[in-house]
């Protein structure tokens, strides 16, 4: 996963014309190292999108707009506009991931 590191370079990934999936995190979070854990396999089975990840205390401007109330989270976009959004008390196992990415329909 390709690291996000600021509202621009966030702005200009997702208004890309492709599916583009951030995965919000932060370095204190014990559930984003958990998904760590998991998600290699995911991103190689669902490689129609273009995987970032975001650490959410470094654009924390960009957390809020996209109400990232909790993390990890999953977002996916394409041409600028949010089309799905995994919040964190659902994104606690590969199950969840997976079954959430199959019901994104882009």
């Given at each position: 996963?390709?690291?996000?590191?600021?509202?621009?370079?966030?702005e200009?990934?997702?208004?890309?014309?492709?599916?583009?999936?951030?995965?919000?995190?932060?370095g204190?979070?014990?559930?984003?190292k958990?998904m760590?854990?998991?998600?290699?396999?995911?991103?190689?089975?669902?490689?129609?999108?273009?995987?970032?990840?975001?650490?959410?205390?470094?654009?924390?401007?960009?957390?809020?707009k996209?109400?990232?109330?909790?993390?990890?989270?999953?977002?996916?976009?394409?041409?600028?506009?949010?089309?799905?959004?995994?919040?964190?008390?659902?994104?606690?196992?590969?199950?969840?991931?997976?079954?959430?990415?199959?019901e994104?329909?882009?």
């Open positions: 996963m390709k690291e996000i590191k600021s509202a621009t370079e966030f200009e990934i997702i208004a890309s014309d492709q599916p583009v999936l951030v995965k919000f995190e932060a204190w979070c014990p559930d984003c958990r760590d854990m998991f998600i290699d396999p995911i991103v190689e089975k669902y490689d129609t999108y273009t995987w970032y990840e975001a650490d959410r205390d470094v654009i924390p401007e960009i957390a809020e996209y109400e990232v109330m909790g993390i990890p989270s999953l977002l996916v976009f394409q041409n600028g506009e949010k089309h799905a959004h995994l919040h964190s008390a659902f994104a606690k196992s590969p199950e969840q991931v997976e079954e959430f990415l199959d994104v329909k882009i």
